[in-house]
């Protein structure tokens, strides 16, 4: 038995060694994004999110878009129309999620924070988007924004204050804050009932199919 003491010890090693290598492997492999239910109950709890539809709908849409962005701006007419297709059945939320490299990005943000404040979030939300190919590329877009304000009839002196206050600013970083938290480093990212839609699905054609299923996932009964 002492014989074989020295070739047992080996090979215990070797399946420590096998087992703790297997797993670090899985430790690191990139997993699709997902929302916890613990996550998904705080979404609902804070009084900065920014819903569409019913808060009962069988199926929520959760983006975090950058008004910026070009792809978001290319999304955001065909997920109005699934808005309107899927009516009560869709809830949709709005995340701001504004990256440093698109220069007027975070002012967009603060824009339709403050707009929000007033209660003309998703309008204000749906101007900068319909809007975007035009303050994008001006050398002062806080003159547009104020134009923009102005056209949804904000009460201009408030707005003006609560663009630059503290809870505009707060409201945003909670919303990049809870992006991070979830992986999201792109835009757009959206989750449908808690679960990461995969990048190359980011069409509407793909989207109605991940709400139709989601819709099925809702009907099929409990056991």
Known sequence: MRRFLPFIIVALVGFITIG???????????????ISEEKGAEREEQESTHA????RAPVTLEEFG????????????????????????????FRNFPFPNHQHALEAAYTAEAAGLQGRYWEMHDLLYKEQANWSNAPDAKQLFVSYAKMLG???DRFETDIAGPTVKARVT????????????????????????PPNSLNPTALRAAIDEALKEKEKPTS
């Open 174 to 197: 909670a919303d990049q804050e809870r992006g991070k938290s979830l992986g999201v480093n792109a835009t757009p990212s959206i989750f449908i009932n808690n679960q990461g839609v």
């Open 20 to 34: 703790a290598g297997t797993m670090l492997y899985r430790a690191k492999r990139p997993t699709t994004l997902k």
């Open 66 to 93: 950058d008004f910026q962005c070009p792809p978001c701006g290319m999304l955001s007419g065909p997920l109005l129309e699934i808005e309107k297709d899927y009516g009560a059945k869709l809830r949709v939320i």
């Open 154 to 156: 904000l009460e201009m």
């Open 52 to 55: 569409r539809g019913p808060a």
